[in-house]
């Protein structure tokens, strides 16, 4: 009852000075506003990233021989016997480098009439690649690579979904020849988007590795992805993956090839971003800080213009403890609303972002929650000093000023 | 509250103000007692030291040394929760300058001090509004103080002073803002208050509204004097 008295009373007095409040109220609200909008986009990001890794079927390791010269790469039969090992599902190598692609007049579905060349790359997979990094998106048209084609080095392709609308615009290019370094490619395919993390076969040209090696000279895969079943202990795995390497790379040396799980990746991503934001985050507290200040200065220069009325309510038989109330709910509903308000645009500015970037917007009601309680926080610590001096004035000196 | 008993009982009173290095003594040992019941002003220039006594005699401050005594109550050493109580319940200030809080209504000026009596809402308007009909502008209840004459605005003030139902009405100047009139109707007011039995006490440099009490006692330079010597010591300085 009493309370809600006061709670009134502070609001008029905020409403007569609707200016001066907005403003000090901005400070708060920047600040909450940059700590939900970084936490929340921050956690997005960080979450559709786990996703995408995660996404890519089963848990992943990758191979990489660092001393190419001892070494140049795997062959065919190395890789062989990593794809045999227990609980490996299958090894993923992969080639990509740069080269002329030459369409030819004679083609029917094209885009272009004359002899067109374009610089593209050129990546070398096999059809395990398929089957578990591009499952998700499937193909457009025709099909993807096949064992054979990996086996019989065949002279196929296929378009990355980019690169064939800009050859074929809305054409189906199965079946027609495109010339790769000079060497007639039959274009048996065309990959569906991909989105996500790693899109570079959208603006490639796939061709099988062991054509990629042999008919493109494009060297031995230096490293290659170890997918591991999902129902074997990933460490066990990795050891014997490792046990391998050393067996087959002896001649290289002890530190010839490394093996890096993709939970270390993600865990390296998780720390890492926690670091970056945790950075951002300090900063906007530092800007929530500032606002606290913002309020604390405000609150000042209210006491000492309401003197007189500060006065005059202790002679009406306003308690000291009353005083410091009444000073305290107005600095604290300058910071709560600056937060209810940040909590808004915070919102509102994480999810244009994940329109933006491009990931499913989400937030943590525990965060909104922190993000007020902070802002409750931060109105009573800074609102405190000069509720203190309101409710220490003395009457007769407050009544005297006016 | 029977009449004739002590309200106010002051003995031996001193009060000093310390500005820096220089000790500036306000109040010499004031001794006097207010009754039940009665008008009582209290007379004196400025400087005299009244609007000390009336801080004192208000609970706003504390004496350096005498006794004062409220009521049965020893007003001494209390702790500053207590003494806005007594502010609160047992005294109704009226200022010169009104002092009615420029944002609210009438009534919720006369509300004020309720709320810091933590009395219910619902009775709180009626309380304040019977005050208001008291001093006759309960048809002014919503006005702005800036939409009341100066005579309006303190009768306002009279009855935010009244509205808790205090023993003593305490009156720094009541009329000082006022043209001759308008002061003429407070002190009927004050009469009136004063036969329903209120103790006013009342703080004037006029003589012409000091003669409206039933009783005056002179003040200069921190010291009570009796009318004769009072008026001859302001003619000296007159002179």
Known sequence: ?402 | MSAGKPVISLTDITKSYQMGDVHFPVLHGITFTVDAGEFVSVLGPSGSGKSTLMNIIGCLDVADSGTYMLGRRTVKGLPERTMARIRNRDIGFVFQSFQLLPRISAIENVMLPLIYAKVPRAQRYARAMAELERVGLADKANNLPRQLSGGQQQRVAIARALVTRPRILLADEPTGALDRATGAQIMDIFQSLNKEGITVVMITHDHKVASFASRTVYILDGKLYSKEEYEALELGEEG
């Open chain 1, 1 to 402: 009852m009493f309370f809600l008295s006061t709670i009134r009373m502070s609001f008029s007095n905020l409403r007569a000075n609707a200016m001066r409040t907005f403003l000090t109220m901005l400070g708060v609200i920047i600040g909450i506003t940059s700590i939900l909008a970084l936490l929340t986009i921050g956690q997005g990001v960080t979450d559709s990233v786990i996703d995408q890794l995660s996404g890519l079927g089963g848990n992943r390791a990758t191979v990489t021989i660092h001393n190419t010269t001892v070494k140049p790469g795997f062959t065919d039969e190395e890789l062989e016997h990593f794809a045999r090992l227990e609980g490996v599902e299958g090894v993923a190598p992969q080639l990509s480098s740069y080269h002329i692609l030459t369409l030819m007049p004679e083609l029917t579905n094209s885009k272009y009439d004359g002899v067109y060349t374009i610089s593209r790359r050129v990546m070398g997979v096999n059809d395990f690649y398929f089957s578990t990094y591009t499952k998700n998106a499937g193909m457009m048209y025709g099909r993807s690579i096949s064992t054979d084609d990996v086996t019989y080095r065949t002279n196929v392709c296929v378009l990355g979904y980019d690169l064939w609308q800009r050859l074929y615009g809305n054409y189906s290019p199965v079946g027609e020849i495109i010339k790769i370094n000079n060497t007639d490619c039959t274009i048996i395919g065309v990959m569906n988007e991909l989105v996500g993390i790693d899109v570079t076969g959208n603006s490639s040209i796939i061709v099988p590795y062991t054509t990629a090696v042999q008919t493109f000279s494009m060297g031995l895969p230096d490293s290659f992805d170890v997918v591991i079943s999902t129902s074997s202990d990933s460490d066990e795995v990795i050891a014997r993956v490792e046990n391998l390497c050393a067996t087959l790379l002896n001649s290289a040396g002890d530190n010839g090839y490394s093996v890096v799980n993709q939970e270390e990746i993600l865990d390296m991503v998780v720390t890492i971003t926690d670091l970056v934001l945790g950075m951002l985050a300090g900063i906007a507290v530092i800007a929530l800080m500032v606002g606290g200040i913002g309020i604390m200065n405000m609150m000042l220069v209210t006491v000492s213009e309401r003197t007189a009325e500060i006065g005059l309510r202790k002679a009406l038989g306003a308690r000291p403890s009353v005083i410091l109330l009444q000073f305290l709910i107005e600095a604290v509903i300058i910071s709560l609303f600056g937060g209810i308000i940040g909590v808004l645009l915070g919102l509102g500015a994480s999810y244009i972002a994940s329109l933006l970037i491009g990931y499913t917007f989400s937030f943590n009601p525990m965060t909104v929650m922190l993000a007020l309680l902070f802002s409750l926080v931060v109105g009573v610590i800074f609102g405190l000093l000069p509720a203190r001096r309101a409710a220490k004035m003395n009457p007769i000196e407050a009544l005297r000023s006016a």
